[in-house]
C-alpha cells in the first residue's frame, strides 16, 4: 500500500512540476519607458538587436505560440517613416540546436534554448554577412514572465566585433 501512495504522491508532484513552466503565448507590445532604448543598450550602440540609436518612435510588437517545447516568434518592427520589418524565429526548448533567421532578419542564428519555470534562457551564435566582412555576434537572451504573467522581460546580452552590449525589454501582453 505503501508503494502504491508513493506513487500517486509523485504523479501529483510531477503535475505541479508541470504546471510551473509559464506559458509565453500571446501578443506583446514594447513599453519604451520601461525598456532600454533600441540599439542603445547599457554598454552602447547594438544591444538589443538594433543598428545604433533608432528613433523613440520605434514600435515593436511580438507574437509569441508556445507550444510543449515549441516556440514560434514573430517581431513586427514599425520605425516612423519606414514599412514594417517582419522577422521570424523557431527554437525548440530542449536544449538542442535550433536554426534560424537572426535577430531583426539579420544572417543566421543557431541557438539553444531551454524553458526553466517562468524563464527561457537562449544561448546563440549569429552568423552576419556585410560589406566590412563575415563576422558572428554571441548571443544570451532570458525571456522572463512577471508574477501575473502581464510582463515579458527580455534582457540580451552579446558580443560582438565591437564589444559587449547589453539590453532590456519589457513587453506588455495585448
Known amino acids: 500500500m505503501a508503494r502504491k501512495s508513493f506513487g500517486v504522491m509523485l504523479a501529483f508532484l510531477l503535475m505541479g512540476t508541470l504546471a510551473v513552466a509559464a506559458d509565453f503565448s500571446g501578443t506583446w507590445i514594447r513599453d519604451a519607458a520601461k525598456s532600454d532604448p533600441m540599439g542603445m543598450g547599457r554598454g552602447g550602440p547594438g544591444g538589443g538587436g538594433g543598428g545604433g540609436g533608432q528613433p523613440p518612435s520605434m514600435e515593436v510588437t511580438l507574437t509569441v505560440k508556445h507550444s510543449g517545447n515549441d516556440l514560434a ?7 516612423e517613416g519606414q514599412d514594417p520589418r517582419v522577422t521570424e524565429q523557431k527554437f525548440t526548448l530542449d536544449g538542442q540546436d535550433s536554426k534560424t533567421v537572426g535577430s531583426m532578419g539579420r544572417g543566421e542564428m543557431v541557438a539553444k534554448a531551454k524553458l526553466d ?17 563575415d563576422f558572428e555576434i554571441k548571443i544570451q537572451e532570458v525571456w522572463e514572465l512577471s508574477a501575473d504573467g502581464k510582463l515579458l522581460t527580455i534582457t540580451t546580452n552579446s558580443s560582438t566585433p565591437m564589444g559587449e552590449r547589453a539590453s532590456k525589454q519589457v513587453y506588455a501582453k495585448q
Do not use: E, H, W
Not at 73 to 79: A, N, Y
Open 117 to 133: 519555470g517562468d524563464k527561457i534562457n537562449i544561448a546563440g551564435v549569429q552568423k552576419m554577412s556585410t560589406q566590412q566582412g
Open 73 to 79: 516568434v514573430t517581431r513586427r518592427v514599425v520605425r
